[in-house]
């Protein structure tokens, strides 16, 4: 389905660092990502537009048009709404980032969770008091709880100088303790590498408030925004071409759409629909083609110095994201996105479509204060760095070499995960494989029945019964619909997805999965909560709270339920149909059941 998973921080992205080079599993190859075709079999990697932007003259062009848009930044066009509005919407964005992880942190990573956090109290310093480190060990649930109040409540201060530094000190130290939650798997996303590169960037913009020259003001706000755009173009393009020359044949031959919306994470209800729609190949072609003209060519509005071409590219870029939203939950990936986009906007524009009320009135102060020396430092030094570091990166994509100083840049960047390299949906998958738990209890005999009526349970002796645990989120039960989440994004459901990637590739499943299941098998709390749900079965808040006789774990493939006339509903023996999915177990996975049925027992 997609490539966001992986270490973001690593030197080279991970789509290129971790290519399959086999199909390690007999019965996944459909699951397994398919094997890269010759390079003159792919079509679209070698036609126009496509191949030109590949090679040394296309990193030279790129790094010309990225010095060209920082001179256009500094022209008539000013953006220091702009940088007030993305300062405070990146604030937003952390809160909801934090109050989503709120929700499951103490499961993940609490003392009795899934991976706990690591705190060495014996080299405490007043730092760690300061970023919540003990704290945040020990109540990972509160914290984050903590830091959603405190990013939220700094929104709502009056425009001014003392509110710029506040907004900016605010982000940088969000940021960091964002930071520490990272040490476990579950915060290895490509988004969470995103929040960090955006909150540094708009802790910069929110310093061009504090210099009460306009002038300065101005190229403060100008080259904060200009960071901004860089950021955009960064994450389009790379995300554009590590889809062909990742040597993935459903996106070179068009027929990535074709699977997309049903191999999905945690699809949404109009995915089934879309899928409909994109089953033909002449449909499917042309979303492939519009989706990497915008994220490739298109995208080079964002450096053109146009204004109106600034727009369109934000419009552009805000639609795809509203397609992305509209079959998959991707919990507030879209929405940074979309802050991205605003930040292409300038005053102007935004003045247009908010009213010219909201925009500073004209000041008549001398040009240059002394103090104003310290921000204008600030943002132009950042600046500098971080335009090398994403020509590095654009050298990288177009698969140069960069220069040294771009390249140690970036490095030191990497460093302290502000930069890093995108590669979204690099490969796409054409099937999907589900984990599916099941749990040996004994049961009252009338909800047994009703268990095994209801499609959750299987009969295993007289009074015990093989249970079925359903997650709240992932596909699951085959009537259940799927869910609808506008900004949170469930971890625990998203990482079993790539379990069974995993397994098919390796034949063994990552250590944090079998963590997982000895505290589920063990019934501690936080990890509980992390599968129970509202509207639950009875049957699974009854096993929920007793401990399994055995475990058993299976990878099965599901796919929608389809109507029948369209030819793709599942009818041979072999497929289990509901109202919203169908699903099958692999011959392959049956045959590793007891191995982990006798390590659980």
Same mark, same amino acid.
């Given at each position: 389905?997609?490539? =966001?998973?992986?270490?973001?921080?690593?030197?080279?992205?991970? /789509?290129?660092?971790?290519?399959?080079?086999?199909?390690?599993?007999?019965?996944?190859?459909?699951?397994?990502? $398919?094997?890269?075709?010759?390079?003159?079999?792919?079509?679209?990697? #070698?036609?126009?537009?496509?191949?030109?932007?590949?090679?040394?003259?296309?990193?030279?062009?790129?790094?010309?048009?990225?010095?060209?848009?920082?001179?256009?930044?500094?022209?008539?066009? +000013?953006?220091?709404?702009?940088?007030?509005?993305?300062?405070?919407?990146? =604030?937003?964005?952390?809160?909801?980032?934090?109050?989503?992880?709120?929700?499951?942190?103490?499961?993940?990573?609490?003392?009795? &969770?899934?991976?706990?956090?690591?705190?060495?109290?014996?080299?405490?310093?007043?730092?760690?008091?300061?970023?919540?480190?003990? =704290?945040?060990?020990?109540?990972?649930?509160?914290?984050?709880? @903590?830091?959603?109040?405190?990013?939220?409540?700094?929104?709502?201060?009056?425009?001014?100088?003392?509110?710029?530094?506040?907004?900016?000190?605010?982000?940088?130290?969000?940021?960091?303790?964002?930071?520490?939650?990272?040490?476990?798997?579950?915060?290895?996303?490509?988004?969470?590498?995103?929040?960090?590169?955006?909150?540094?960037?708009?802790?910069?913009?929110?310093?061009?408030?504090?210099?009460?020259?306009? @002038?300065?003001?101005?190229?403060?706000?100008?080259?904060?925004?200009?960071?901004?755009?860089?950021?955009?173009?960064?994450?389009?393009?790379?995300?554009?071409?590590? #889809?062909?020359?990742?040597?993935?044949?459903?996106?070179?031959? &068009?027929?990535?759409?074709?699977?997309?919306?049903?191999?999905?994470?945690?699809?949404?209800?109009?995915?089934?629909?879309?899928?409909?729609?994109?089953?033909?190949?002449?449909?499917?072609?042309?979303?492939?083609?519009?989706?990497?003209?915008?994220? !490739?060519?298109?995208?080079?509005?964002?450096?053109? !110095?146009?204004?109106? !071409?600034?727009? @369109?590219?934000?419009?552009?870029?805000?639609?795809?994201?509203? +397609?992305?939203?509209?079959?998959?939950?991707?919990?507030?990936?879209?929405?940074?996105?979309?802050?991205?986009?605003?930040?292409?906007?300038?005053?102007?524009?935004?003045?247009?479509?908010?009213?010219?009320?909201?925009?500073?009135?004209?000041?008549?102060?001398?040009?240059?204060?002394?103090?104003?020396?310290?921000?204008?430092?600030?943002?132009?030094?950042?600046?500098?760095?971080?335009?090398?570091? %994403?020509?590095?990166?654009?050298?990288?994509?177009?698969?140069?070499?960069?220069?040294?100083?771009?390249?140690?840049?970036?490095?030191?960047?990497?460093?302290?995960?502000?930069?890093?390299?995108?590669?979204?949906?690099?490969?796409?998958?054409?099937?999907?494989?589900?984990?599916?738990?099941?749990?040996?209890?004994?049961?009252?005999?009338?909800?047994?029945?009703?268990?095994?009526?209801?499609?959750?349970?299987?009969?295993?002796?007289?009074? +015990?019964?093989?249970?079925?645990?359903?997650?709240?989120?992932?596909?699951?039960?085959?009537?259940?619909?799927?869910?609808?989440?506008?900004?949170?994004?469930?971890?625990?459901?998203?990482?079993?997805?790539?379990?069974?990637?995993?397994?098919?590739?390796?034949? *063994?499943?990552?250590?944090? /999965?079998?963590?997982?299941?000895?505290?589920?098998?063990?019934?501690?709390?936080?990890?509980?909560?992390?599968?129970?749900?509202?509207?639950?079965?009875?049957?699974?808040? =009854?096993?929920?709270?007793?401990?399994?006789?055995?475990? $058993?774990?299976?990878?099965?493939?599901?796919?929608?339920?389809?109507?029948?006339?369209?030819?793709?509903? #599942? %009818? *041979?023996?072999?497929?289990?149909?509901?109202?919203?999915?169908? $699903?099958?177990?692999?011959?392959?996975?049956?045959?590793?059941?007891?191995?982990?049925?006798?390590?659980?027992?």
């Amino acid at each position: 389905m997609l490539g =966001l998973m992986g270490q973001p921080f690593a030197p080279r992205p991970w /789509f290129l660092a971790h290519e399959p080079s086999a199909l390690a599993h007999p019965a996944c190859k459909v699951r397994c990502l $398919r094997l890269p075709r010759a390079a003159l079999d792919q079509p679209l990697r #070698k036609m126009k537009p496509w191949s030109s932007f590949r090679g040394r003259p296309a990193a030279g062009f790129l790094c010309a048009l990225v010095a060209w848009s920082a001179y256009a930044a500094l022209g008539r066009r +000013t953006f220091c709404f702009t940088a007030v509005l993305v300062s405070r919407l990146a =604030l937003l964005m952390n809160s909801v980032m934090f109050a989503s992880l709120g929700q499951q942190a103490d499961g993940l990573m609490g003392e009795s &969770g899934i991976s706990p956090l690591l705190y060495d109290g014996s080299t405490a310093s007043w730092w760690d008091g300061l970023l919540l480190r003990k =704290l945040q060990s020990s109540r990972p649930s509160y914290t984050a709880g @903590i830091c959603a109040i405190v990013a939220i409540v700094p929104c709502f201060l009056p425009v001014c100088a003392v509110s710029g530094l506040a907004v900016g000190l605010v982000l940088v130290w969000l940021s960091v303790v964002y930071r520490g939650y990272m040490q476990v798997d579950f915060l290895h996303y490509q988004w969470d590498a995103l929040a960090m590169e955006l909150s540094a960037l708009a802790a910069i913009a929110a310093l061009a408030r504090v210099p009460r020259s306009p @002038i300065v003001r101005e190229g403060c706000a100008a080259l904060s925004m200009h960071c901004f755009a860089l950021l955009g173009f960064k994450l389009m393009w790379g995300s554009c071409f590590c #889809k062909l020359f990742s040597n993935c044949p459903e996106w070179n031959f &068009g027929t990535a759409m074709q699977h997309h919306h049903r191999t999905t994470c945690l699809p949404k209800p109009l995915a089934r629909t879309m899928h409909r729609w994109s089953s033909s190949s002449k449909v499917s072609q042309a979303q492939v083609r519009a989706t990497l003209w915008v994220e !490739g060519p298109l995208s080079l509005l964002a450096l053109l !110095g146009w204004p109106r !071409g600034r727009a @369109i590219c934000a419009l552009l870029w805000c639609a795809l994201m509203l +397609t992305i939203a509209a079959s998959g939950n991707y919990g507030f990936f879209n929405l940074q996105t979309c802050v991205i986009a605003v930040a292409l906007l300038d005053d102007h524009q935004l003045g247009q479509m908010l009213g010219n009320s909201v925009l500073d009135p004209p000041m008549a102060l001398p040009t240059w204060f002394v103090l104003d020396g310290i921000p204008w430092a600030t943002t132009f030094c950042y600046w500098v760095l971080y335009t090398g570091a %994403t020509m590095s990166s654009l050298h990288r994509i177009s698969r140069v070499k960069p220069p040294v100083l771009f390249e140690e840049a970036e490095e030191l960047l990497a460093s302290a995960q502000l930069s890093c390299r995108y590669g979204l949906f690099a490969r796409m998958t054409t099937t999907r494989d589900e984990v599916v738990i099941r749990e040996l209890h004994q049961l009252p005999r009338d909800l047994g029945q009703r268990a095994v009526k209801d499609g959750l349970a299987s009969k295993a002796s007289d009074d +015990t019964y093989w249970v079925e645990l359903a997650f709240p989120y992932k596909p699951g039960p085959l009537n259940r619909a799927p869910p609808v989440l506008l900004t949170h994004m469930p971890r625990l459901d998203w990482q079993l997805w790539f379990v069974s990637l995993e397994w098919a590739q390796t034949s *063994d499943t990552p250590a944090w /999965f079998q963590r997982f299941l000895q505290c589920l098998r063990e019934r501690r709390a936080s990890v509980v909560r992390l599968v129970a749900h509202k509207g639950q079965h009875p049957v699974q808040e =009854l096993v929920l709270l007793q401990s399994p006789k055995a475990t $058993r774990v299976a990878f099965e493939e599901y796919d929608f339920c389809m109507p029948s006339q369209l030819d793709v509903t #599942k %009818t *041979d023996d072999s497929w289990q149909c509901g109202e919203w999915w169908c $699903r099958r177990t692999p011959a392959a996975s049956s045959q590793r059941q007891d191995e982990w049925s006798a390590w659980f027992s």
